[in-house]
């Protein structure tokens, strides 16, 4: 049985001590090499881990993993894809509310091929497709061993890259138009981080129920571009952050209404911009800070104009009564994105080239889109 074997994939990125958790990896080796006459056990495994928080540049290390144990509840899951997401990062860097302790395997969504099944495990066969659901910690691995009730059996019509994503961004657009006031058709929402993942679910979401989307880009180079992606997508009107340097910004709304809603991920500037949008008794979700700068509410949009401010993470979300219902929402976006009603830019990167597709994720290529590792 093959015990656990550094594989060093990118060497100067500077020393991390694995000796604990090698130290366990051989324990569990010699543990489960008494019951092989008697057990089923996963293949081998290659995973993403870090034995310290820290820069996920520098912590991170793809290592070989001895076989699991698969019980008569467990299935044994082939990892097909999963992407590196901001919250992933966050994690490994030890800022995120909630993460596992390290060592740990990095990665918190993805998509995987059945490869084996307990005994007792029913509705599960070798081949079907699941994704782990609620989202759990440790996807950036080969071969997953889970208990069934945490995979759902998923449809294999769609590409892997939309099933290895669609819990973490593609939920939470939908969650956070559904859950705060209720939008009809012909209704707007305005955001900003428009070009994000989530951003484009929102707009296309917002489209398909025949809502329309003013939406905040930052100034760049090839803004026209991004524009016009947008647009293709089915945004109603795509503005960078410097048009708006003047007082009147409901000026550009023309024939669309004052939006009721309104989303934040970046902060700062962007946020404020937002605010300036909203209706009379608005609302305002914030879902992330990009900019890394706090929202600033002037004295008189809360007074004059009653807006109020909300937050939303998906992990506490899913962690509600409400969890039970994530699957079918899944289900439905997937739905969507069979029927070409859903996209999103994205590029598959292999396992072996892991560590060039989180330098993309980190920002030091530039802007990139998502990076979904395929294993």
């Known amino acids: 049985m093959a015990l656990l074997r550094f594989v060093d994939m990118k060497a100067h990125r500077g020393p991390c001590s694995l000796f604990s958790f090698t130290r366990r990896l051989v324990h569990r080796a010699q543990a489960l090499s008494t019951l092989v006459s008697s057990s089923a056990l996963s293949p081998p495994s290659k995973a993403v881990v870090y034995e310290l928080h820290g820069p996920p540049d520098t912590v991170t290390r793809v290592i070989d993993l001895p076989p699991a144990e698969v019980k008569e509840n467990d299935v044994c899951v082939k990892m097909l894809a999963a992407p590196i997401n901001p919250s992933d990062i966050n994690r490994i860097e030890g800022v995120y509310p909630v993460r596992p302790q390290p060592p740990a395997v990095g990665g918190y969504e993805g998509v995987g091929e059945v490869h084996s099944v307990g005994s007792a495990v029913r509705g599960l066969s070798p081949g079907d497709w699941v994704i782990p659901s609620p989202p759990s910690f440790g996807t950036w691995q080969t071969y997953i061993v889970k208990d069934q009730i945490a995979w759902h059996k998923i449809n294999k019509d769609v590409p892997m890259e939309y099933a290895a994503t669609v819990t973490v961004n593609p939920l939470t657009a939908l969650r956070m138009l559904e859950d705060y006031i209720t939008l009809n058709s012909g209704d707007s929402i305005v955001q900003n981080g428009a070009t994000s993942m989530v951003g484009q679910c929102i707009v296309q979401l917002a489209q398909y129920r025949g809502i329309h989307s003013i939406n905040i880009i930052r100034d ?66 914030t879902y992330g800070g990009m900019s890394k700068k706090p929202v600033t509410v002037s004295t008189s949009s809360f007074i004059f104009k009653e807006l109020s401010l909300r937050g939303f993470w998906l992990q506490r979300w899913l962690s509600t009564e409400k969890a039970g219902q994530s699957r079918e929402m899944i289900d439905r976006l997937l739905g969507l994105v069979r029927d070409g009603k859903l996209k999103y830019e994205m590029e598959l990167v292999p396992f072996n080239n892991f560590h060039t597709a989180l330098d993309k994720a980190l920002g030091k290529l530039g802007s990139q889109p998502k990076q979904v590792i395929k294993f």
Do not use: W
């Open 220 to 285: 760049r180079a090839g803004s026209d571009e991004v524009k016009e992606r947008l647009k293709n997508l089915g945004a109603d009107e795509v503005f960078t952050e410097s048009q708006f340097e003047v007082k009147n910004v409901k000026s550009f709304l023309g024939n669309i209404p004052e939006p009721a809603l309104g989303f934040n991920c970046v902060g700062g500037n962007a946020a404020s911009l937002v605010l300036k949008f909203l209706r009379q008794g608005g609302t305002m979700v």
